[in-house]
């Protein structure tokens, strides 16, 4: 585990998202409409949907395939649906927006 | 002083002249009405249904006493007039009562026939007329006894399954080889027939009654085919002849029934009358619906309104037997310069019958299946040319471009087609009423628009569309649009209209949302609301608000990729436009290119980051975007036309041209599809498109609200225009109602479903609002027409479109502070 740099928090467009290549993990990283920073996998449990794409509202995001609601903090689908996508430790500090995630 | 106006018969013409007239203007006149029976106003038709003991006498009074009290009206029940005295101005009744009147309604209906047999005046030989006889039928009908029913028409067939439905055994006696003939030909006949006789009723065709015999009584029946039977009643339904004799006495000019005008008017210019006793332009009435017509010019005449004269009535019937469907009108026999049209199945008890006459229906006749009835009337009395319907047209409405209506009959209806025969009461009235008028029950629809009011027949139906109408009111829950809140599109619609608004969120206060931020459903509406109100110029569209289609202006697929479609106006492209697009593909190295059903080019597997660099690439060589993301418009397809085509009439690809130009850009509720086909063979496939042109020699027919989707739904027409910039201003006035008219993620088609296609042709066919929407079609698609594509590029907003790489290998891990 380890922090890493990513952007400014400016560059994430508020209740709106930019995605995050890792290696081979692709994370998307929400502003929700208070300023908060979410970091999410960028995969929806359902059927793989990017989640990136979709409308944020409150501290959730609904997909924009199929419309399930995953909640940004846990990654856990909302609501009738079940399922669950990982999520990543995220901070801002000094206007810059860092992640912890384990390197291999 | 009021004009006092005196009714001769309490009976149905007469009455709801009355109650058409107050409706109008209650206060004109002084009204008094005499009535032979000793009752209130009741439904006569209904009498079929008191005999078979469906209905009580309760349930077929149209009004009751105090609704005379209520009105002013003097009622004189059990008091027959005996005379008029037109010099007076008086009348006479049994009574002894003399009456002055400014105005006189003579309205009394007619006396059965009953053909000259012998023993035709004992006891218990009767007609089926009036409530009195029902009660003596319904004394008198003895189970070890048989019943006879004379005369094989609708009242024949009514009164002996009312019998029938007794239990006692019935005997129907017809002059000629098949029931019904006024109604129905041989193979209906026999149909019919054979339902009936499943009820226990014995048919005696081509016979009469030859002899009544008893003593006071009946006892015994002869028929013409000299067999006999025991038999205690005998029911004459053997036809109607106007009560005319109190206007004869009176020197009123009279033929077969009281002779009138256009405006129901006698010869005496004080003296009106209405009803089977009258002959209009050489035609007297035995059924309700014309009666009614003539009531209607009636009223609005005596009411001193502007009216157009009556002008006779297209007569179509049902018959009132449980379980037996049975529709005829018109021409229903035909003759050897008709044709027809047949489709039977003896075994399902199915038989439906058009009679053709220069590819119109001139007559119906439908057995055992009446769904379509209410079409078939319209395409009748519109003198529609059915021939390119003919092959299906017998399948009924649902079958035509299996549009998924199938069942669903209220819904597959157009405004203008009849629901209540007996007060030509279309489904547009009673959908009208419901909602100006706020009706909630059958009652209030019946009372209100008398749908249903009569024969009854129609009741069915005018519940599905009250439950249709109503929707979620009907179980007075409304449903709010999502779970954010309890208020449904038309009010919040409302809401934006009236106050004023910067961005959703200011919405969402206004109308106590119940969360913050709405959610995926709520927000795009409420935005689009807010774009359709403001236009582009006024109102920032939030592009968090909208979806990712409409957001990326690029369609995502199932992988995440995106596909790309530049606009290829009309369907028409050069050369040279082919080798960009192909140069452009291949820099891209896009997997897939695909013609769309639209008539564009398709490029697939495109990723996120790749966007912004082709849309540049192809902005460079004179691309827009297609907009195939778009709750906007989509394309205009067009056929070859007249360029090239052997049949074309009109000039389709510049037409579709021109009509892409005019109507790119601008947001609508939904997707928004167009065609213009360059002559009837439609080989754009202008009608199921939200807007379809088709050229013909004259000019175009313009055609609205179809749809190819899941549920195909083909267009209505909405009308032929002759000129080309006819068709560029309902272009743009049809677009811009639906804009602002329809509710979000609402399809033409599904708009004019709910609102009905009379609704939109109020407005589009009336020139002075057809030319306000075109206007404002113009005005919004003034900051609209912008290409999204170049716009997204030079405003910053594809910057978001790029990943940020991250290679752990060569970035740090870094320690931030506090950590
Ligand atoms: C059993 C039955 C079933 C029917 N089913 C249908 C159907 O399904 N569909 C349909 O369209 N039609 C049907 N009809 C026909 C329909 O009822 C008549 O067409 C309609 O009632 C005619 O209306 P009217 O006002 O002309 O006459 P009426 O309703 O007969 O009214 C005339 C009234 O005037 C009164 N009257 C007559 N002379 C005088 C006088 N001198 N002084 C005072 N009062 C007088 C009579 O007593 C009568 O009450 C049916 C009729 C019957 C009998
Ligand atoms: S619709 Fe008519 S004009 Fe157009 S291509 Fe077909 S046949 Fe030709
Ligand atoms: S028809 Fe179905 S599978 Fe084909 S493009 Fe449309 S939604 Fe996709
Ligand atoms: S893939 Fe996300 S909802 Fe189906």
């Given at each position: 585990?380890?922090?890493?740099?990513?952007t400014e928090?400016?560059?994430?467009?508020?209740?709106?998202?930019?995605?995050?290549?890792?290696?081979?993990?692709?994370i998307?990283?929400?502003?929700?409409?208070?300023?908060?920073?979410?970091?999410?996998?960028?995969?929806?449990?359902?059927?793989q949907?990017?989640?990136?794409?979709?409308?944020?509202?409150?501290?959730?995001v609904?997909?924009?395939?199929?419309?399930?609601?995953?909640?940004?903090?846990?990654?856990?689908?909302?609501?009738?649906?079940?399922?669950?996508?990982?999520?990543?430790?995220?901070?801002?500090?000094?206007?810059?927006?860092?992640?912890?995630?384990?390197?291999? | 002083?009021?004009?006092?106006?005196?009714?001769?018969?309490?009976?149905?013409?007469?009455?709801?002249?009355?109650?058409?007239?107050?409706?109008?203007?209650?206060?004109?006149?002084?009204?008094?009405?005499?009535?032979?029976?000793?009752?209130?106003?009741?439904?006569?038709?209904?009498?079929?249904?008191?005999?078979?003991?469906?209905?009580?006498?309760?349930?077929?009074i149209?009004?009751?006493?105090?609704?005379?009290?209520?009105?002013?009206?003097?009622?004189?029940?059990?008091d027959?007039?005996?005379?008029?005295?037109?010099?007076?101005?008086?009348?006479?009744?049994?009574?002894?009562?003399?009456?002055?009147y400014?105005?006189?309604?003579i309205?009394?209906?007619?006396?059965?026939?009953?053909?000259?047999?012998?023993?035709?005046?004992?006891?218990?030989?009767?007609?089926?007329r009036?409530?009195?006889?029902?009660?003596?039928?319904?004394?008198?009908?003895?189970?070890?006894?048989?019943?006879?029913?004379?005369?094989?028409?609708?009242?024949?067939?009514?009164?002996?399954?009312?019998?029938?439905?007794?239990?006692?055994?019935?005997?129907?006696?017809h002059r000629?080889?098949?029931?019904?003939?006024?109604?129905?030909?041989?193979t209906?006949?026999?149909?019919?027939?054979?339902?009936?006789?499943?009820?226990?009723?014995?048919?005696?065709?081509?016979?009469?009654?030859?002899?009544?015999?008893?003593?006071?009584?009946?006892?015994?029946?002869?028929?013409?085919?000299?067999?006999?039977?025991?038999?205690?009643?005998?029911?004459?339904?053997?036809?109607?002849?106007?009560?005319?004799?109190?206007?004869?006495?009176?020197?009123?000019?009279?033929?077969?029934?009281i002779?009138?005008?256009?405006?129901?008017?006698?010869?005496?210019?004080?003296?009106?009358?209405?009803?089977?006793?009258?002959?209009?332009?050489?035609?007297?009435y035995?059924?309700?619906?014309?009666?009614?017509?003539?009531?209607?010019?009636?009223?609005?005449?005596?009411?001193?309104?502007?009216?157009?004269?009556?002008?006779?009535?297209?007569?179509?019937?049902?018959?009132?037997?449980?379980?037996?469907?049975?529709?005829?009108?018109?021409?229903?026999?035909?003759?050897?310069?008709?044709?027809?049209?047949?489709?039977?199945?003896?075994?399902?008890?199915?038989?439906?019958?058009?009679?053709?006459?220069?590819?119109?229906?001139?007559?119906?006749?439908?057995?055992?299946?009446?769904?379509?009835?209410?079409?078939?009337?319209?395409l009748?009395?519109?003198?529609t040319?059915?021939?390119?319907?003919?092959?299906?047209?017998?399948?009924?409405?649902?079958?035509?471009?299996?549009?998924?209506?199938?069942?669903?009959?209220?819904?597959?209806?157009?405004?203008?087609?009849?629901?209540?025969?007996?007060?030509?009461?279309?489904?547009?009235?009673?959908?009208?009423?419901?909602?100006?008028?706020?009706l909630?029950s059958?009652?209030?629809?019946?009372?209100?628009?008398?749908a249903?009011?009569?024969?009854g027949?129609?009741?069915?139906?005018?519940?599905?569309?009250?439950?249709?109408?109503?929707?979620?009111?009907?179980?007075?829950?409304?449903?709010?649009?999502?779970?954010?809140?309890?208020?449904?599109?038309?009010?919040?619609?409302?809401?934006i209209?009236?106050?004023?608004?910067d961005?959703?969120?200011?919405?969402?206060?206004?109308?106590?949302?119940?969360?913050?931020?709405?959610?995926?459903?709520?927000?795009?509406?409420?935005?689009?609301?807010?774009?359709?109100?403001?236009?582009?110029?006024?109102?920032?569209n939030?592009?968090?608000?909208?979806?990712?289609?409409?957001?990326?202006?690029?369609?995502?697929?199932?992988?995440?990729?995106?596909?790309?479609?530049?606009?290829?106006?009309?369907?028409?492209?050069?050369?040279?436009?082919?080798?960009?697009?192909?140069?452009?593909?291949?820099?891209?190295?896009?997997?897939?290119?695909?013609?769309?059903?639209?008539?564009?080019?398709?490029?697939?597997?495109?990723?996120?980051?790749?966007?912004?660099?082709?849309?540049?690439?192809?902005?460079d060589?004179?691309?827009?975007?297609?907009?195939?993301?778009?709750?906007?418009?989509?394309?205009?397809?067009?056929?070859?036309?007249n360029?090239?085509?052997?049949?074309?009439t009109?000039?389709?690809?510049?037409?579709?041209?021109?009509?892409?130009?005019?109507?790119?850009?601008?947001?609508?509720?939904?997707?928004?599809?167009?065609?213009?086909?360059?002559?009837?063979?439609?080989?754009?496939?202008?009608?199921?498109?939200?807007?379809?042109?088709?050229?013909?020699?004259?000019?175009?027919?313009?055609?609205?609200?179809?749809?190819?989707?899941?549920?195909?739904?083909?267009?209505?027409?909405?009308?032929?225009?002759?000129?080309e910039?006819?068709?560029?201003?309902?272009?743009?006035?049809f677009?811009?109602?639906?804009?602002?008219?329809?509710?979000?993620?609402?399809?033409t088609?599904?708009?004019?479903?709910?609102?009905g296609?009379?609704?939109?042709?109020?407005?589009?066919?009336?020139?002075?609002?057809?030319?306000?929407?075109?206007a404002?079609?113009?005005e919004?698609?003034?900051?609209?027409?912008?290409?999204?594509?170049?716009?997204?590029?030079?405003?910053?907003?594809?910057?978001?479109?790029?990943?940020?790489v991250?290679?752990?290998?060569?970035?740090?891990?870094?320690?931030?502070?506090?950590?």
């Open positions: 585990m380890a922090w890493y740099k990513i928090v400016e560059s994430i467009p508020s209740m709106g998202s930019r995605i995050v290549k890792i290696g081979e993990i692709e998307a990283i929400f502003k929700t409409k208070d300023g908060s920073i979410f970091a999410i996998n960028n995969i929806c449990p359902h059927k949907g990017k989640l990136s794409e979709g409308l944020v509202h409150e501290n959730v609904t997909c924009p395939l199929h419309n399930w609601d995953v909640d940004l903090a846990s990654g856990e689908a909302l609501g009738n649906d079940s399922g669950c996508t990982n999520v990543y430790e995220s901070k801002i500090e000094d206007g810059l927006v860092y992640l912890n995630f384990i390197t291999k | 002083m009021k004009e006092k106006l005196v009714v001769i018969g309490n009976g149905m013409s007469g009455l709801r002249v009355i109650e058409d007239l107050l409706e109008l203007e209650n206060d004109k006149y002084d009204i008094t009405v005499y009535g032979d029976e000793p009752y209130v106003n009741y439904n006569r038709i209904m009498l079929s249904y008191i005999l078979s003991q469906e209905k009580t006498f309760e349930d077929t149209i009004n009751h006493q105090s609704w005379y009290d209520e009105n002013n009206i003097t009622l004189n029940k059990g027959k007039v005996v005379s008029i005295n037109k010099e007076d101005k008086t009348i006479t009744s049994k009574s002894g009562k003399i009456e002055s400014d105005k006189l309604l309205a009394t209906g007619s006396n059965p026939f009953i053909p000259t047999t012998p023993g035709s005046d004992l006891n218990n030989v009767i007609a089926f009036n409530k009195a006889d029902v009660d003596t039928i319904i004394s008198t009908i003895d189970k070890s006894k048989t019943a006879v029913v004379v005369g094989g028409g609708l009242l024949g067939l009514e009164a002996a399954y009312g019998i029938a439905m007794h239990g006692v055994k019935t005997i129907l006696v000629s080889g098949s029931i019904l003939s006024q109604q129905l030909d041989t209906g006949g026999r149909l019919l027939q054979k339902n009936l006789e499943s009820y226990g009723i014995e048919f005696k065709l081509n016979t009469t009654v030859k002899e009544i015999s008893g003593t006071t009584e009946v006892e015994t029946v002869t028929f013409s085919d000299g067999k006999s039977v025991e038999s205690n009643i005998v029911v004459f339904a053997t036809g109607i002849i106007p009560n005319k004799e109190l206007a004869i006495d009176a020197g009123l000019e009279s033929k077969k029934g002779l009138v005008d256009d405006f129901m008017k006698t010869s005496d210019e004080s003296i009106f009358a209405v009803g089977e006793c009258v002959e209009h332009n050489g035609n007297t035995g059924l309700v619906a014309p009666l009614y017509e003539q009531g209607k010019v009636l009223a609005k005449k005596l009411a001193g309104k502007e009216v157009e004269g009556y002008s006779g009535s297209t007569l179509s019937t049902r018959l009132k037997i449980s379980g037996v469907d049975l529709f005829s009108a018109g021409d229903y026999l035909g003759d050897e310069t008709t044709e027809e049209l047949i489709l039977l199945d003896e075994k399902v008890g199915v038989y439906k019958k058009l009679v053709i006459y220069d590819n119109k229906i001139i007559g119906i006749v439908l057995y055992g299946d009446t769904a379509d009835a209410s079409w078939y009337l319209k009748l009395k519109e003198h040319d059915i021939s390119d319907l003919r092959t299906k047209i017998l399948f009924g409405k649902s079958a035509l471009g299996d549009s998924g209506h199938g069942g669903d009959d209220v819904n597959s209806m157009s405004d203008d087609e009849e629901v209540c025969g007996c007060n030509g009461v279309c489904k547009g009235d009673i959908v009208n009423a419901i909602k100006d008028k706020d909630k059958l009652d209030d629809v019946k009372g209100c628009t008398k249903g009011a009569s024969c027949s129609c009741i069915g139906l005018v519940e599905q569309i009250l439950v249709n109408t109503l929707g979620d009111e009907y179980d007075n829950t409304p449903q709010g649009i999502c779970g954010c809140t309890d208020k449904g599109h038309a009010e919040i619609k409302q809401i209209d009236e106050g004023d608004f961005n959703v969120y200011d919405v969402f206060k206004k109308a106590q949302w119940k969360t913050e931020d709405g959610c995926a459903k709520c927000r795009p509406a409420v935005n689009y609301y807010l774009l359709a109100k403001y236009n582009d110029d006024k109102y920032m939030d592009k968090r608000s909208a979806l990712v289609n409409d957001r990326n202006f690029a369609n995502i697929q199932k992988d995440g990729t995106y596909s790309v479609v530049p606009r290829i106006w009309g369907g028409l492209t050069t050369p040279k436009e082919l080798k960009d697009i192909a140069d452009i593909a291949v820099k891209y190295e896009v997997p897939t290119i695909k013609f769309t059903g639209g008539q564009r080019l398709d490029m697939f597997g495109v990723t996120k980051e790749q966007l912004a660099p082709m849309w540049k690439d192809l902005n060589c004179g691309f827009v975007s297609g907009q195939a993301y778009a709750k906007g418009l989509r394309t205009v397809k067009t056929c070859v036309g360029t090239y085509c052997r049949f074309g009109q000039d389709s690809m510049g037409m579709g041209v021109k009509l892409e130009k005019l109507t790119w850009g601008s947001w609508t509720p939904h997707k928004y599809k167009i065609a213009v086909s360059g002559c009837p063979r439609n080989c754009a496939e202008a009608t199921i498109k939200d807007f379809g042109v088709i050229g013909v020699d004259s000019g175009w027919e313009l055609h609205i609200a179809g749809n190819g989707g899941i549920k195909v739904r083909v267009t209505d027409l909405l009308c032929k225009v002759e000129t910039e006819e068709v560029y201003e309902y272009t743009k006035a677009m811009q109602f639906y804009r602002e008219d329809a509710y979000y993620l609402e399809r088609a599904h708009w004019i479903e709910r609102v296609l009379q609704y939109i042709k109020d407005d589009m066919l009336n020139e002075e609002k057809r030319k306000y929407w075109a404002r079609f113009d919004s698609q003034k900051s609209a027409q912008v290409d999204p594509w170049a716009k997204a590029i030079e405003d910053g907003f594809t910057k978001e479109f790029d990943k940020i991250i290679n752990p290998e060569d970035s740090h891990s870094f320690e931030p502070k506090g950590v």
